[in-house]
């Protein structure tokens, strides 16, 4: 089923056919732009080059043009799949998956959906002072192409909770809009979103490491035996490949910078020159990635457990396993520190279902740094960026209680602390970072601290006018 774009909320869930439930979204639509009007991108704009979904399919889903912000076409979009689609894992796998929400699972699924639909509007409002000081007019349209998928993702979960959850999932619904990242008395669910953004470094590295915490979780939800939560998270999957894009070529970008800036004055120190020093990188990569490795959870997790035996919740690829998707005889290795050493130890493959998730999306990480690397050694330069150790500036699970440097040695907490501003980014770096941040809003200009794109936007120049300012 395509897109309906004539109706007030365009979907392809056949919203039309359901009264009840297109009174209450189109209810809830009010409240979404008033936050967006609010909690959304700060600087004023006439219209954004954006891509709008027109279809869920492989070919052609997205459609290119200028649009007004406001008027962006937010709507619920669903993958479509074939009618016999049974649970791939769990207690019950191999039993048709379900379309309705099982009572006993009520809320549980309930509780997935709202940390997932927590997380996309506030990454919107923590990035929403990023364009006042955009690096390029193709930077500024990312960050809004972004931002407005955020928009959409909550979208797709606010209509799960008004679908299938109720009244409570109304409400829950409503509560999205009234959280807010950092906010001292009723923030955001996880405390990777309630960090700052305060600068265009932090922004890459957010898309690189965080949004990709977001597609292991979808990858986890696409695997669901509740096949409308299933459906929508395939659907933002492809939507969220582009965020971390971003990601990945705005870290490029301020590589290769930083190697013309060294080579050009033959210094490694080249934030007198207007660059970003080569170990400044590295530490907001360790910042970052610690963060984000904290979104997976606990090592050991008996609610992991239970999703997954339940079937609310599968492992990465969990078709492509080679296992028999029970794994009620399995056992894991896990990180551990015994007697002030790191070990390991075995558990059961049930209970270290979020490591398992993790070491997908460490190995997953590695790429980037192997291609920042690249750019490295392109350039003439030996010295590498790296991943720092899983146990580095942990908040959540076994090394939450340990100090552990990048490198993966145990130390005292005071040992740790002498080092700290060396390993993540000082006050001294950030304000560096914050002196470099002006806005560079002409059209084929960039700033001095990052590269041009080697591509534009859907074949258009890097010259393109991507934004058109108020
Ligand atoms: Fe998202
Ligand atoms: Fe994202």
Not at 155 to 177: D, I, P, Q, S, T
Request: hydrophobic share 35%.
């Amino acid at each position: 089923m395509s897109i309906d774009y004539s109706e007030k909320i365009p979907n392809n869930v056949d919203l039309a056919g359901d009264r009840k439930l297109q009174r209450a979204l189109e209810s809830w639509q009010p409240n979404f732009l008033s936050w967006w009007r609010t909690m959304g991108p700060a600087v004023p704009t006439q219209d954004v080059y954006l891509r709008t979904a027109v279809d869920v399919g492989k070919e052609g889903w997205a459609q290119f043009g200028h649009v007004a912000m406001e008027e962006y076409r937010w709507g619920v979009f669903l993958a479509e799949r074939g009618d016999d689609r049974r649970i791939a894992f769990g207690e019950q796998k191999g039993q048709p998956v379900w379309q309705q929400v099982p009572g006993e699972y009520r809320a549980d699924l309930q509780r997935l959906i709202v940390i997932q639909g927590d997380t996309e509007p506030a990454s919107v409002e923590q990035q929403r002072r990023l364009g006042e000081t955009a690096p390029s007019l193709y930077d500024l349209r990312n960050l809004f192409q972004v931002n407005v998928e955020e928009g959409r993702h909550l979208w797709a979960m606010v209509y799960l909770l008004h679908a299938y959850f109720g009244r409570n999932g109304r409400e829950e619904a409503e509560a999205l809009l009234q959280r807010n990242s950092g906010d001292l008395d009723s923030p955001r669910i996880l405390g990777a979103f309630n960090e700052e953004t305060p600068d265009w470094l932090s922004f890459y590295m957010f898309t690189y490491f965080t949004d990709r915490d977001g597609k292991y979780q979808l990858g986890t939800l696409k695997e669901s035996a509740f096949d409308p939560l299933s459906r929508t998270c395939e659907f933002m999957l492809k939507e969220e490949a582009h965020h971390m894009f971003v990601g990945t070529t705005g870290i490029d970008r301020v590589v290769t910078r930083t190697c013309e800036l060294m080579r050009e004055h033959d210094t490694a120190d080249i934030a007198p020159h207007g660059g970003i020093p080569l170990d400044v990188i590295q530490k907001y990569i360790n910042f970052h990635y610690s963060v984000s490795l904290d979104l997976f959870g606990s090592e050991r997790s008996t609610n992991a457990a239970n999703y997954f035996t339940a079937g609310l919740k599968g492992r990465w690829q969990e078709e492509r396993r080679k296992d028999d998707h029970t794994l009620t005889e399995d056992a894991f290795t896990i990180d551990t520190v015994k007697d002030g050493q790191l070990t390991t130890d075995e558990v059961s493959a049930l209970l270290a279902l979020n490591l398992d998730l993790r070491n997908e999306y460490v190995k997953d990480c590695q790429s980037g740094l192997k291609r920042w690397n690249r750019i490295l050694g392109k350039h003439g330069y030996d010295e590498s960026l790296y991943l720092p150790h899983v146990g580095f500036n942990r908040q959540v699970g076994l090394f939450s209680e340990h100090r552990v440097t990048p490198r993966g040695e145990l130390v005292a907490e005071d040992a740790w602390k002498a080092k700290e501003d060396g390993w993540l980014p000082s006050e001294a770096d950030k304000t560096h970072i914050r002196s470099l941040m002006r806005p560079v809003y002409e059209p084929g200009k960039i700033a001095g601290w990052i590269a041009p794109p080697t591509n534009g936007i859907n074949g258009k120049p890097f010259e393109y006018e991507y934004v058109h300012l108020a």
